[in-house]
């Protein structure tokens, strides 16, 4: 089954990322373990080609679960942060270990040559120094980033739907656009519950819908829901939430 990792991939900016993780053999200042649900369901068709049988349908469906690691190595002078993730899921959904550096505007550049899953991708950008700024909020609660680079386009918009002492209630809605090769949309809907003096997510919950058209692919839909709850952190005792 294909990812929108095709997607998230095209915003790694790789000299940005060669720059960041330069000397991250450093021990991890933190370590970080996530327990994850995912299911993905795609269905499609296939259109009528010459020589070929006619419009054809299909569908397929993948679901795991498991954990992700991330190790936080250190923070860049840009503010990047370098991190090491890797996942491991009961079935399917593994990962080894890849290096990557991570921004508070939810831009995450991996290793070119590393496999790094979308549900790595959807926890690393919440990750990142200052993800959650209150000197950016206007009178909503609200704050937004956008991110261009060639024909592919990130626009999310963020709001705190509630602050209990520092531990946030934070709704995403982002879209994801790709025109390089044929169309390619991702559209979705995210919901945080945020610490903000540990700067990371305890829990995630998105819903996100990719649509594809691409010649001979045709048109293609498929809908991912993650779910990502924080088992462990190294530094929890020494950061009261």
């Known amino acids: 089954m294909r ?3 095709t997607v998230l991939a095209l915003l790694s900016l790789t000299a940005g990322f060669t720059a960041a993780v330069a000397r991250a053999d450093a021990p991890p200042m933190r370590h970080l373990v996530y327990s994850f649900t995912y299911e993905a369901f795609q269905n499609g068709a296939v259109t009528s080609e010459p020589g070929s049988t006619g419009n054809r349908s299909y569908s397929t469906k993948l679901d795991d679960k498991g954990t992700i690691t991330v190790d936080v190595l250190r923070e860049a002078p840009d503010r ?9 899921g009961t079935y399917t959904r593994r990962a080894p270990a890849a290096t990557c550096a991570i921004y508070g ?11 790094v899953n979308g549900e790595e991708y959807t926890l690393l950008r919440f990750l990142g120094v200052n993800f959650f700024d209150p000197n950016l909020l206007d009178a909503k609660q609200h704050w937004s980033v956008s991110q261009n680079k060639g024909k592919t386009t990130v626009t999310a918009d963020y709001t705190v739907a509630s602050n209990a002492n520092g531990i946030l209630k934070i709704d995403e809605t982002r879209h994801v656009g790709d025109t390089s090769t044929g169309s390619i949309t991702v559209d979705s809907q995210t919901k945080l519950e945020y610490v903000a003096n540990r700067l990371l997510p305890t829990s995630v919950d998105e819903y996100a819908t990719e649509e594809q058209h691409s010649g001979v692919i045709g048109i293609s839909t498929t809908t991912y829901q993650t779910t990502l709850d924080l088992v462990s952190d190294s530094m929890a005792n020494k950061v009261n939430p």
């Open 3 to 5: 990812c929108f990792l």
């Open 80 to 88: 990047g942060l370098v991190v090491v993730v890797s996942e491991q």
């Open 105 to 115: 505007n939810t831009t995450v550049a991996c290793d070119p040559g590393k496999q």
